[in-house]
């Protein structure tokens, strides 16, 4: 494999995230949706990221090539002790398996000292065990389950995971 690149996102990126969105959404049993839903988070961080500073939209390269995405945009009505950040990673079907999950949620641990959260949530199926054993990795534990039923994946059990943010936690720690 070529060199891993992470960085933020351009304006540029977003047909390509759009398009790595819709290629996970097709596989089912990831994401809750059959395809991109635009929302005005989305929007803004995707097409005018300078002006969402709270937002974090992450991107992973293999030369040209788009190979997952990390964000943490911030969880509507934060609460009294502090910010939350909602947290979600894809990686594209030909690159999992290459620490790029991994790489991708350390950068994103790394710089959420920059936007001043104190805390970090996120949901995930619970039949997604790879992405489970990475957040517990993570220092991420379980605080919750709720079923739902979704159109495209039928009945699932959903977790709630999250962590507090100790701004020091992440500086010069490598967990690839």
């Known amino acids: 494999m070529d060199r891993l690149y992470i960085r933020r996102n351009t304006a540029a990126d977003a047909p390509t995230i759009i398009a790595g969105i ?23 961080a995707l097409h005018n990221p300078q002006t969402v500073s709270d937002h974090l939209l992450l991107v992973a390269e293999v030369g040209k090539t788009l190979v997952g995405v990390a964000r943490l945009f911030p969880l509507p009505g934060d609460s009294e002790n502090g910010r939350v950040g909602e947290l979600s990673i894809f990686v594209c079907p030909a690159f999992r398996g290459q620490k790029i999950g991994t790489a991708l949620l350390q950068e994103l641990l790394r710089q959420v000292a920059t936007l001043e959260y104190t805390r970090v949530v996120l949901t995930v199926l619970s039949a997604n065990q790879r992405a489970i054993r990475l957040y517990r990795k ?37 967990y690839v």
């Open 22 to 44: 819709n290629a996970v959404c097709t596989e089912g049993g990831y994401f809750y949706t059959p395809h991109y839903i635009p929302t005005p988070a989305w929007e803004a």
């Open 138 to 174: 993570f220092g991420f534990v379980k605080e919750g389950r709720q079923q739902r039923d979704y159109a495209l994946i039928g009945e699932q059990e959903e977790w709630v995971m999250a962590r507090s943010v100790q701004h020091s936690d992440f500086t010069g720690v490598n």
